[in-house]
């Protein structure tokens, strides 16, 4: 079955996608006329940003979405304490954790998740992230290159699955070396989480042959996606396994095209320009391959960046992941959703800002025409 | 010195019975068949209480009766602490929460990360015990490091943690961890990094407290002891012009009269005596505890020392009536703990009964005593 995950702002949100910062949590300066969210000292009667998050968890849920994707930046909330409030919080929303092989030994990340598997009813999902190397693995505090990287993740993977049912498992990896181990009752035998794996390189996509469900990609143009599905189709097959297409990306939908692009229109009149150009200059770069972008500069048009029925300006006003989204009417963004199910995608991980609203925009009025749809209905399952 | 008082979640199971392999709630213990198990986490009824919803329910008893936190214990088939506590933090206001976890097996800046995003969540609610434990041949977990091992590699975790914490950019190179130019961004500064408490009696757990503790749990043991192990650690301490607070974790058996404690607990004893069910780590009686026992376990006033035998946890118990345990924890007090993690199963019921019979009594006795002091 085709799953929809909702992106959880863990680093911040903003009421208005034209606001030039986050006005809900702390990133942001402080400002007249924040709303309450932004405190954060978690005293009784205020509210942390965490309940925040919540309520854009409860909003995903009571709004249709199948989970929620927690993910993870060095300067942003974590999502194991996020995960473990909302499996406490919510009913049946899936909760997909964004996670590096290099932050937890195997063994506790076992009983970490088959905790989070007791707490919820078998509810987690993980998006594994082997990492983009340069100075921002060594803020981590991780010092592998980039091929070993994916040995580690797929060393890691092995070890997971080998204790999960309770062992006993030995293993003499480069990474990980254990004897006899196994969780035990009653953690162990846990529905186990599936994997959402990123990556683009041969080491990536040979790593998560052997243990990935879903490939994740953020969106690119439809030939991009071909090719890469086809690579990670051919790929897993030498491993004897299926792995499912999964696209994440940013979405503006409203009844009419009008209104969405109105809503983008808007904030493209609020970029500031010279901050881009900074910000930009500063960027620390990792040796992660497979990044796709479309330059933009203070002379690009809002209509300029239009192609395939997707717009390519997300990044430019500051949403994270693939510049490349969707802005339109309800109705359009349900024929392209229906569009990548065809092309094979059987996982969407959808964004937007403000998180809470556009929740419900997404989940109230453009899930439903997309399970109606046939090609929903006949996807592989 | 003001006193805390913690409650110890029953992260693996809980019951009335003394022994692990009797209790009742949770499905941590084998398959019981002589009667129903309660708050079982694959049997989930509409409306009804999973292991997680009765956690949940201990931890506000604890807040309503006046506990200033919950220690939530690692054990091999328990629920991961760390996780309890993110998913318990919202359902409590001013609880603190004491995870203890085995630090060698996370990333310190991980680690630092999830404890900042908890004190963001919780006010600052969160400290860290930071475990060893021996490891051997049936350790679930298939790692063979010895004690002085995981110290040394919870040194350099905890020099990573306070490091990355507070003192940006930060860059280190040791033996088991290394990082380069880690902080957190300001707009995540300002949380206190979790208070650490530590325990152990090797000379490598002592130095390691000395350097990076501020609580350590000390074995509870006569008062000439815990002084003697206070001035020791003490004075280590000072060579890094450091102070230390002192805990002690302890089962409590206390009722109205002296004779009523020790008649619940001999007859708890008897029942699982009776069972005749196999207990690890009892020395020289592989064949479990027998009745006799019982007396040869007084380990001097109002301390028993059988609890160990049936159950994960500190070895040694304080027995006895209201006041005599109030007495005995003002005795400690005075030789300097401040830390009480304090257990009784079954967990809630017992929290209701310390917290509003026993730390009453205690509370009014050492504000009595510092009264006097000063």
């Known amino acids: 079955m085709t799953q929809f995950h909702w992106r959880i702002p863990i680093h911040g949100c903003k009421g208005d996608i034209a606001s030039p910062v986050y006005t809900r949590g702390t990133w942001g300066p402080v400002s007249a006329g924040k709303p309450a969210a932004t405190l954060t000292d978690g005293e009784e009667g205020r509210f942390p940003y965490h309940d925040y998050l919540l309520e854009v968890a409860k909003a995903a849920e009571i709004s249709g979405f199948d989970g929620a994707l927690i993910p993870s930046f060095p300067d942003s909330e974590d999502p194991w304490v996020i995960a473990s409030a909302i499996a406490r919080h919510t009913k049946t929303l899936r909760f997909m954790i964004a996670y590096q092989p290099c932050w937890f030994n195997p063994l506790y990340a076992a009983k970490a998740a088959a905790s989070l598997q007791r707490v919820s009813g078998g509810r987690l999902l993980f998006n594994i992230i082997t990492g983009g190397g340069g100075p921002q693995q060594l803020w981590w505090g991780d010092r592998i290159a980039h091929d070993d990287r994916y040995t580690r993740t797929t060393e890691f993977l092995d070890v997971l699955k080998g204790v999960w049912n309770g062992g006993p498992f030995s293993y003499q990896g480069k990474f990980f070396q254990i004897e006899d181990a196994g969780l035990p009752e009653p953690l162990a035998g846990q529905v186990f989480p599936e994997l959402y794996f990123v990556g683009s390189s041969d080491a990536a996509l040979a790593a998560q042959g052997k243990h990935a469900d879903y490939d994740l990609t953020h969106l690119e143009p439809r030939e991009n996606l071909k090719i890469k599905f086809a690579r990670v189709a051919e790929l897993a097959s030498k491993d004897g396994r299926t792995v499912k297409p999964a696209v994440r990306f940013n979405i503006i939908a409203r009844q009419t095209p009008e209104e969405a692009w109105d809503v983008v229109r808007r904030a493209w009149a609020q970029v500031d320009w010279d901050a881009r150009e900074r910000a930009q200059r500063g960027q620390r770069r990792g040796d992660g391959v497979g990044s796709w972008r479309t330059d933009v500069t203070r002379h690009t048009k809002v209509e300029d960046l239009v192609f395939e029925g997707l717009w390519a300006g997300f990044g430019t006003l500051g949403s994270q992941g693939s510049p490349l989204g969707f802005v339109g009417s309800y109705e359009q963004a349900a024929e392209t959703i229906d569009s990548f199910i065809q092309l094979g995608v059987q996982g969407f991980i959808l964004s937007s800002t403000p998180a809470l609203e556009e929740a419900f925009h997404v989940g109230e009025e453009v899930l439903p025409l997309v399970r109606g749809s046939t090609s929903f209905k006949t996807a592989v399952r | ?374």
Request: a negative charge.
């Open chain 2, 1 to 374: 010195m003001s006193i805390e008082f913690f409650w110890q979640l029953p992260a693996s199971g809980d019951g009335r019975s003394l022994h692990k392999d009797q209790w009742t709630r949770g499905d941590h213990t084998p398959p019981i068949t002589d009667r129903p198990v309660f708050a079982r986490i694959d049997v989930r009824r509409d409306g009804g209480h999973t292991w997680y919803d009765h956690l949940a329910q201990i931890a506000r008893a604890a807040e309503i009766t006046g506990f200033d936190g919950v220690l939530i214990p690692q054990t091999p088939a328990g629920e991961e602490p760390i996780i309890v506590s993110g998913a318990l933090a919202r359902e409590a206001r001013r609880l603190k929460f004491l995870p203890a976890f085995p630090a060698p097996f996370l990333s310190a800046v991980y680690a630092a990360k999830i404890a900042l995003s908890f004190q963001r969540l919780t006010g600052g609610r969160l400290a860290w015990n930071l475990i060893t434990e021996e490891h051997t041949e049936k350790s679930w977990h298939g790692h063979r490091w010895s004690i002085a091992e995981q110290i040394a590699r919870t040194d350099e975790f905890l020099d990573v943690v306070k490091g990355f914490w507070n003192n940006p950019p930060f860059t280190y190179q040791g033996k088991y961890y290394e990082v380069v130019d880690g902080g957190f961004a300001p707009a995540l500064t300002g949380p206190v990094l979790p208070l650490i408490y530590l325990s152990g009696e090797t000379e490598e757990a002592l130095a390691l407290s000395a350097k990076h503790a501020d609580v350590h749990f000390l074995p509870l043991d006569s008062l000439e002891a815990t002084r003697g192990r206070i001035e020791d650690l003490t004075r280590r301490a000072a060579v890094f012009g450091r102070t230390l607070r002192f805990g002690l974790q302890a089962d409590v058996v206390a009722r109205h009269d002296s004779a009523d404690a020790w008649q619940d607990l001999r007859t708890r004893w008897d029942r699982v005596a009776a069972k005749t069910v196999p207990i690890s780590g009892a020395p020289g009686n592989s064949q479990g505890p027998s009745k006799e026992d019982f007396d040869a376990l007084i380990q001097g006033p109002n301390l028993w020392a059988g609890f160990g035998l049936v159950r994960p946890g500190a070895p040694v118990g304080i027995v006895g009536s209201y006041q005599e345990v109030a007495e005995r924890i003002k005795a400690y007090a005075e030789a300097g703990v401040s830390t009480f993690a304090l257990s009784a199963n079954p967990h809630l019921e017992e929290a209701y009964r310390i917290g509003e019979q026993l730390l009453p009594l205690i509370k009014s006795q050492t504000t009595a005593a510092a009264g006097q002091a000063s």
